[in-house]
């Protein structure tokens, strides 16, 4: 029995902690090699990029294949996330989600398991550099997870964006939310984010103190760039999600030329298989690209509470007899 659940409906299933929690167990289960994730392949129809990706998480009993179509003219004009996911068991096709927002969140939880893993835990001011997409989710689990954080400094280049930005933050949190330019939010931060699809550096490294630690997460394609070489010059310990997907698609490494041997993996720091922070003066550095694992475990998450709670729409005539929710449709 096939189940159909829209963002709407992830939003309702996928709770941020919930998110935090599964991310954290797919980069265990790939450090344990539990876990088979395949890294992102690109393919260009006219104009219009294929990505294709997906992991099989034996442990939740699943495999996952994720696609989107995105359609450039100049600027991306579309994207469209879809993740099928399956019963190792039985090969059925378990549900087909809607996952503009499960990428989201699971973008905003790698970030949030890297920090509290890698930031100094007094950790008091956060620098967001971006207010698009995925800034504002990356905010709120990266706060999820400092609990002496106090000032976030905002850097946008739309003035328009970047105050409403703010807004928004405001009303989330109970915190000290200001717009600030991109050096003095460098400056300011032990903590910083950044979440833009630039192919140019946002972040000069001559800014950022001793102790910081960074999350980069919108380079994960070799052309975009956000992050200079000064800045991983200065860094002790760089960790990336995957060192395949990395050598592939990190565009903060690949543009600058960085030598990837030394790196390490989120999921190997968690596992203790690599070491973590040394010292409160290091300066640490993720480079988040996007793990098919993360996708999948947080599909099994969001499959099973659909079950529990009758949501979504199935893929058939008639709802399994366990279901209780009348209104459930059929498509």
């Known amino acids: 029995m096939t189940i159909y659940l829209n963002d709407e409906d992830v939003a309702q299933l996928l709770s941020l902690p919930a998110a935090i929690q599964?991310?954290?167990?797919?980069?265990?289960?790939?450090?344990d090699g539990t876990a088979l994730n395949s890294p992102r392949r690109r393919a260009t129809v006219e104009q219009a990029s294929v990505?294709?990706?997906?992991s099989a998480v034996p442990t939740?009993?699943?495999?996952?294949?994720?696609e989107y179509l995105v359609v450039n003219q100049n600027v991306t004009q579309g994207t469209v996330l879809t993740l099928l996911l399956h019963s190792l068991d039985t090969g059925e096709l378990l549900a087909v989600i809607k996952a503009d927002r499960l990428g989201q969140l699971r973008t905003a939880a790698a970030s949030a398991v890297a920090t509290r893993e890698l930031a100094r835990p007094d950790s008091?001011?956060?620098?967001?550099?971006g207010c698009g997409y995925q800034a504002e989710t990356q905010v709120l689990a990266i706060a999820a997870v400092l609990p002496d954080l106090e000032v976030i400094n905002v850097v946008g280049r739309s003035i328009e964006?970047?105050?409403?930005?703010?807004?928004?933050?405001?009303?989330?949190?109970?915190?000290?939310?200001?717009a600030a330019s991109a050096r003095e939010a460098a400056v300011a931060?032990?903590?910083i984010v950044t979440a833009t699809g630039s192919t140019t550096p946002v972040l000069d490294g001559s800014w950022v103190r001793r102790g910081t630690h960074v999350n980069a997460v919108g380079s994960n394609v070799a052309t975009k760039r956000e992050l200079d070489r000064a800045l991983l010059e200065r860094v002790g310990l760089l960790v990336v999600d995957d060192r395949e997907v990395a050598a592939d698609e990190c565009g903060d490494l690949i543009a600058n030329e960085w030598d990837q041997t030394g790196v390490v993996t989120i999921g190997d720091v968690l596992t203790r298989r690599a070491r973590g922070r040394s010292s409160i003066e290091e300066l640490t550095l993720f480079e988040s690209q996007g793990l098919a694992?993360?996708?999948v475990v947080c599909a099994a998450h969001i499959h099973k509470r659909a079950k529990e709670m009758d949501i979504g729409q199935w893929l058939s005539q008639e709802p399994p007899a366990a279901s209780k929710r009348s209104t459930a449709g059929t498509i």
């Open 22 to 31: 599964c991310v954290d167990e797919a980069f265990r289960l790939l450090s």
């Open 293 to 295: 694992v993360q996708d």
């Open 60 to 66: 939740r009993g699943v495999l996952g294949i994720k």
């Open 161 to 178: 964006h970047r105050d409403s930005f703010v807004a928004r933050l405001r009303q989330a949190l109970d915190m000290d939310v200001r």
């Open 51 to 54: 990505n294709i990706m997906w």
């Open 124 to 129: 008091r001011s956060l620098a967001v550099y």
């Open 189 to 191: 931060a032990d903590v």
